[in-house]
C-alpha cells in the first residue's frame, strides 16, 4: 500500500500531509505536523497521555490509525488555549498544583475538555470516570480531579456572567 | 463473609543525600543588565519542582521578588556540575549552592548601591519588593533594574555569584561499619485505616493519617504534592506493584500498564496529613529532602493495618489478595472451627 | 484556596522553627514549569525532532543465562530501511562504568554482550534504522545460536557452593566490600543481648522487585553537531553523570559531549543508570546523523532496572518492657545479573540500620547478590523502602507479642538527640518522637501523658 495524503481539521486549521499506511494520528501530529503536545507513553493505548479529541471523542492517538480519521476535526492541547489565554482547565490545573513532571497532563486536560464539553457540571464520580484511562505517577491523582472539579465550576461561572 | 477493618502504625526516618557525601553540585548567578537574575544549573526536574525552589532561594537570598528571578537548566555547555536528581539531595544540595552563589551576588549588589546611594553597604537591606533602601530612611532607595544598569555601565561591576555545597566524602569502616552516611534526617509516621474483604482477598486502604516532618517546608503547596503523591506510591507500592508477582520465579512479568497495576483515581484512600518544621542546621532555610521517604511508612503500616483487620501476617509484599486469601487459609487450618 | 495544603504544626519545634521575615521561602509560589505543561509546550527529550532522524532498537536475549555461540545479522541487515546492525565490536569501551567516578569497582557489564548473556532482556545487537518500524524488523530478524546455561535466581541459593556463576567480572556470586562479603554493621554484643534478653523475637521478610514505571520512558537523541560534539537530549536524572559516563565508553574527551536535559517526565530513581545514551552515541557517530533511542513500556517494565527485591532477616532481644536492646539483620539484595547501583544502596541500606530506634547492641549483615534477572538499581527510597517495611512490621509483631501499645514500643525506642547511631554518628536533628505524637493525635490514638511529653531533645519518659 503507497503513502497518501491525508487531509485533517486540526485545532480548526485544515493540514495535509504524506501518511504511510497504518501510521498512527499521534505519529503523524508530533512528526508530521511538529505538534507535540500529545506524548508517547506506552504505544498500547494504556497510559492516556496521548489523548487527543477527534470529533469531539477523547482518542488514544497511538491507537489511532490517522486514514480512519481522514476528514475528521482533531483538538489537541496546542489548541485549548485562545491566543496567550489559558481556558478554565489549564489555568485550574496550575492553580491547584495539579502537575509535577507535566509528562501525563496533555492527556489529562484533554479528557477534561471532552468531559466539560459534555457535562458542564460533572460530579467527583464523573471525572474520576473521565480520567481512568489516564496514568499519572507522581500526584495520586487526587489534585488532578480537584482541578477538573475547579475548571468546571470556573466555567459554569464564566457562562452565568457572559 | 465479611469486610474486617483493621489500623496499622509505622515510623520511619530518611537520609538527606548522597549515602556517604561527596556528591557536589554547583550554581551560578548573575544579573543581566535591567535586574534579572539568571540562576544557571545543571539539575534535573524530574517533577518535583528544583526549578521553582531554586528561583525561591535566588530569590530569597537577593531580597528580590521571585519575578526577577529565571532558572536555566540542564545544558552541561552553559550549566555548572551536578550530581544528579536522587537521594532526596536536589533540594537539600542545590538548595545550598544557589543560596551561596546568591549572596554573594547580594554582597556586589549591596556595594553598589551603595556607591549609588553613597552610604556604607551594611546600611542597605532588602524587603523583595524590588528596592534596594537605606535602612531608616527607605525613600533613599535605587531600583534593581536601575541599579543592574548602573552597575554595568557605569561602575563597570558585575552582579554575579558562585555556589558550591559538597558533604566531604566518608569512607565506611569495613570492619564496623562506622561511616557518616548522611546530611540530616527528615521523619514519617502514617496510620493506616483498611478493610479487607475476607472472601475476595482484596484489601481497600481507606484513611492514611501521615506525619511528615521535612526540616521546612519551602513551598508547602509542593511538599504537599511530594506527601501525598509519594504516601501514594507507598500504597501501590503495597497492594500492586511487581515486576515477577511469582518472585524468585521469572514468570508472568507484567510488560504494560494493563498488567503493572497501580490504584487509579476511583482507589484512592482519604490521605490527612501534617508537616512538622525542625530545621536542619546545614539545610537551605533548614530544608531536608523528603521526596523519597514519603512512600515508605504507608507499606508497613498497611501491613500492620491487614494483620490488624484479619489476623494475617504479610511478609512479602506486595499485598496481594491471593496472599491475603492464602493467609486466611492458613489461619483456618490452624484453628478448625 | 484550590490547592492541597498539608497544615504546618507550629507547636513542636517551636523555638527551632522561628524564620524571621522571609518573603519567598514557605510561600505558596505557583510551579515555574506548569504554564508549559498545561499548554504542551514544555519540551520533553523526545519532543526534539532534528531532520534524518535514525532509529535505534535493541535485539535482546532470549534465554536467562547462556553462552551465545553465534550472532547472524545478515537477514537484519537485507530489511528495507536498515542501516546498521552494531556488535560489542563497535564499541570502543565496552563496560558500563556506572560507579567507576565514585571509586566502586570492578566495572561488571557489557553493553553489547560478548560471548554470553545474564539475564533475559538483555542487549545483544543493536539495529539502526531509517525509521522505528525497519529498526524494529531488523532487531526482530537478527539470529541468535546459545548454549544453555543453568540460571540461578534465589539470592540464597546464589550464594550456595557449586551455584551457577553470574557475572565473571565479579568474581563470584556476591559484591565485595573491602575484603568482606558483605556490608557489615558491628555495634555492641548482640550475642550478649540475646543472652539477657527477656525475649528473642525472629522473622523473615521478602520484597518483589518494583519498576520505577515514569510515564515518560528512558531514552535519549543524539545529534551530530557541526563542530563535530554530539548533543545529546536525555531524559537522564543526572546530567554530568550521564556525559562523564558516556564519554569514557565512547573514549572520546569529555568535552566532545554535551547533554541538554533537566525536563524529565518522571524518574523515581529509573534514569540514573546511563544506559541509553552510551549505545546511541555510538550509533550517531556509526552514521553520522541523529539517532534517537527510546525504551518501548515493555522495555521499560521487564528490561529496564527496578527497585531490587530483598530478603530480610530480623532477630530482636527485647526486654519485658518494650525496650530493644539488640538487633541483628541479615540483609540479601537482589542485584540481578549485573552491580549498577546496587552496591551503593546495599551500604546505604547498612546505614539506615537498625532503623530511627536507639539499639545498644547492632549486628548487620548487607549482601548484594548477583542472579539471573533484570539488574536492579535506584529507585525512590533505595536501600531504604524495604527495610521500612520489615522494620516496622517487625515492631508491630513485638508490640503485639509484649501486648503493647504500638506507638508507645516505638517512643520507647525511638533515637533521640545526642543518641550513638550503629553506624556511630551521633543523632541530631531527631524528630520521630513528634511525628508519632502528631500522628497519634491526628488519628484519634490516645497515648498516656508520659508518652505525650516525650521528647526529641530530652530523655523525659525513659
Not at chain 2, 501491613?303 to 512479602?316: E, K, M, Q, S, Y
Not at chain 3, 550503629?422 to 508518652?451: D, M, N, S
Request: glycine share 10%; aromatic share 6%.
Amino acid at each position: 500500500m503507497p503513502s497518501q495524503i491525508v487531509s485533517l481539521d486540526v485545532n480548526g486549521e485544515r493540514r495535509e500531509f504524506i501518511a504511510a499506511p497504518g501510521a498512527t494520528l499521534l505519529a503523524c501530529l508530533r512528526e508530521s505536523l511538529g505538534l507535540t503536545a500529545a506524548k508517547r507513553g506506552c504505544a498500547q493505548g494504556a497510559c492516556g497521555t496521548c489523548t487527543v479529541l477527534v470529533d469531539g471523542r477523547p482518542e488514544a492517538a497511538c491507537l489511532v490509525a490517522v486514514e480512519t480519521v481522514a476528514g475528521s476535526a482533531i483538538r489537541t492541547l496546542e489548541g485549548v488555549a485562545t491566543g496567550g489565554d489559558l481556558d478554565e482547565v489549564q489555568s485550574a490545573f496550575i492553580d491547584c498544583f495539579a502537575t509535577q513532571c507535566g509528562f501525563c497532563t496533555p492527556g489529562m486536560i484533554m479528557v477534561a475538555e471532552a468531559l466539560l464539553d459534555r457535562d458542564p457540571d460533572p460530579s467527583e464520580a464523573d471525572v474520576i470516570e473521565a480520567i481512568s484511562g489516564n496514568v499519572c505517577r507522581c500526584t495520586g491523582y487526587r489534585p488532578i480531579v480537584i482541578a477538573i472539579l475547579e475548571a468546571a465550576r470556573r466555567r459554569r461561572e464564566r457562562a452565568v456572567t457572559r | 463473609m465479611a469486610k474486617l477493618r483493621g489500623r496499622g502504625y509505622a515510623s520511619v526516618n530518611y537520609p538527606t543525600g548522597m549515602n556517604l557525601g561527596g556528591d557536589p553540585s554547583q550554581a551560578l548567578i548573575h544579573a543581566t543588565t535591567t535586574g534579572t537574575f539568571v540562576v544557571s544549573l545543571s539539575s534535573v526536574d524530574l517533577g518535583q519542582g528544583i526549578k521553582t525552589i531554586a528561583a525561591q532561594c535566588a530569590a530569597e537570598t537577593l531580597g528580590l521578588p521571585i519575578e526577577n528571578v529565571l532558572v536555566d537548566t540542564a545544558d552541561t555547555d552553559t550549566g555548572p556540575h551536578c550530581m544528579g536528581t536522587f537521594a532526596s539531595r536536589g533540594t537539600h544540595r542545590v538548595g545550598n549552592a544557589v543560596i551561596m552563589a546568591a549572596a554573594e551576588a547580594r554582597g556586589v549588589m549591596l556595594e553598589v548601591a551603595a556607591e549609588e546611594l553613597e552610604v556604607d553597604a551594611a546600611d542597605l537591606e532588602t524587603d523583595g519588593t524590588g528596592y534596594i533602601a537605606v535602612k531608616g530612611a527607605r525613600d533613599k532607595r535605587v531600583h534593581i533594574t536601575d541599579l543592574a544598569l548602573a552597575a554595568h555601565f557605569k561602575h563597570g561591576r558585575t552582579i554575579s555569584g558562585r555556589g558550591i555545597y559538597l558533604k566531604e566524602p566518608s569512607t565506611p569502616v569495613p570492619e564496623t561499619g562506622e561511616m557518616d552516611p548522611d546530611s540530616c534526617q527528615a521523619h514519617a509516621c502514617t496510620v493506616a485505616v483498611v478493610e479487607v474483604d475476607d472472601e475476595t482477598g482484596v484489601v481497600e486502604v481507606l484513611e492514611l493519617f501521615n506525619t511528615y516532618e521535612v526540616g521546612r517546608a519551602l513551598n508547602p503547596a509542593m511538599a504537599t504534592q511530594q506527601v501525598e503523591g509519594g504516601a501514594w506510591m507507598g500504597v501501590s507500592h503495597a497492594l500492586f506493584e511487581t515486576t515477577e508477582p511469582y518472585y524468585p520465579a521469572r514468570d508472568h512479568g507484567p510488560r504494560d500498564f494493563a498488567g503493572y497495576l497501580m490504584p487509579g483515581p476511583a482507589d484512592l484512600p482519604v490521605q490527612h496529613s501534617l508537616l512538622l518544621e525542625r530545621p536542619a542546621d546545614n539545610g537551605p532555610y533548614g530544608a531536608k529532602g523528603i521526596g523519597e521517604m514519603t512512600a515508605n511508612a504507608p507499606i508497613p503500616a498497611i501491613a500492620n493495618a491487614i494483620f490488624d483487620a484479619c489476623g494475617v501476617r504479610l511478609t512479602a509484599m506486595p499485598f496481594t489478595p491471593e496472599r491475603v486469601l492464602r493467609g486466611l487459609d492458613a489461619l483456618r487450618t490452624e484453628e478448625p472451627c | 484556596m484550590t490547592y492541597r495544603l498539608a497544615p504546618i504544626d507550629t507547636g513542636a519545634f517551636a523555638a527551632e522553627r522561628d524564620g524571621g521575615d522571609l518573603t519567598v521561602i514557605g510561600s505558596v509560589v505557583r510551579r515555574s514549569d506548569a504554564r508549559g505543561h498545561v499548554t504542551g509546550r514544555t519540551e520533553f527529550f523526545e519532543d526534539v525532532a532534528p531532520p534524518r532522524l535514525a532509529h535505534l532498537k535493541m535485539h535482546r536475549s532470549a534465554r536467562h543465562h547462556a553462552r551465545i555461540r553465534d550472532v547472524d545479522a545478515t537477514e537484519a541487515l537485507a530489511v528495507p530501511g536498515v542501516l546498521r546492525v552494531l556488535t560489542h565490536a563497535d564499541v570502543p569501551n565496552n563496560l558500563y562504568t556506572v560507579l567507576k567516578l565514585i571509586g566502586v569497582q570492578p566495572d561488571d557489564e557489557p553493553v553489547l554482550a560478548v560471548d554470553k548473556v545474564r539475564y533475559l532482556g538483555e542487549p545483544i545487537c543493536a539495529v539502526v534504522a531509517e525509521t522505528e518500524a525497519a529498526a524494529l524488523e531488523g532487531a526482530a530478524r537478527v539470529k541468535v545460536a546459545y548454549d544453555d546455561l543453568p540460571p540461578v535466581f534465589d539470592v540464597e541459593e546464589a550464594l550456595r557452593e557449586g551455584a551457577p556463576l553470574v557475572n565473571e567480572y565479579q568474581g563470584q556470586n556476591h559484591f565485595v566490600y573491602e575484603g568482606h562479603h558483605c556490608r557489615r554493621i558491628r555495634f555492641g554484643d548482640v550475642r550478649e543481648a540475646f543472652a539477657r534478653a527477656d525475649h528473642v523475637f525472629e522473622w523473615r521478610y521478602q520484597s518483589a522487585p518494583i519498576e520505577q514505571a515514569p510515564v515518560e520512558t528512558t531514552g535519549c537523541v543524539v545529534v551530530p553537531q557541526a563542530d563535530g560534539r554530539l548533543r545529546i537530549h536525555s531524559d537522564t536524572q543526572a546530567c554530568f553523570f550521564t556525559l562523564d559516563n558516556t564519554a569514557l565508553i565512547l573514549g572520546t574527551p569529555f568535552n566532545k559531549l554535551r547533554i541538554v536535559g533537566g525536563t524529565v517526565g518522571g524518574g523515581f530513581g529509573g534514569k540514573v543508570d546511563v544506559v541509553v545514551e552510551p549505545i546511541a552515541c555510538v550509533a550517531a557517530m556509526a552514521v553520522d546523523r541523529p539517532v534517537k533511542f527510546v525504551y518501548d513500556r515493555a522495555e521499560e517494565m521487564q528490561v529496564s532496572s527496578p527497585r531490587a527485591a530483598e530478603r530480610i532477616y530480623i532477630k530482636d532481644a527485647v526486654m519485658g518492657d518494650g525496650r530493644i536492646t539488640g538487633r541483628q539483620v541479615t540483609l540479601y539484595v537482589d542485584a540481578g545479573a549485573y552491580a549498577r547501583h546496587t552496591p551503593y544502596g546495599t551500604t546505604k541500606a547498612a546505614a539506615h540500620l537498625p532503623g530511627p530506634y536507639s539499639i545498644p547492641n547492632v549486628w548487620a549483615d548487607c549482601h548484594c547478590v548477583f542472579t539471573n534477572r533484570t539488574p536492579s538499581s535506584a529507585m525512590r527510597g533505595f536501600g531504604v523502602t524495604i527495610a521500612d517495611f520489615a522494620l516496622e512490621s517487625q515492631m508491630d509483631r513485638i508490640a503485639r507479642a509484649l501486648g503493647m501499645d504500638p506507638l508507645q514500643l516505638r517512643l520507647l525506642n525511638a533515637y533521640r538527640d545526642g543518641d550513638l547511631k550503629a553506624h556511630r554518628k551521633v543523632a541530631k536533628g531527631t524528630a520521630l518522637v513528634e511525628v508519632i505524637q502528631k500522628a497519634a493525635e491526628l488519628a484519634g490514638h490516645e497515648l498516656p501523658e508520659t508518652y505525650r511529653r516525650m521528647s526529641s531533645t530530652s530523655r523525659e519518659g525513659l
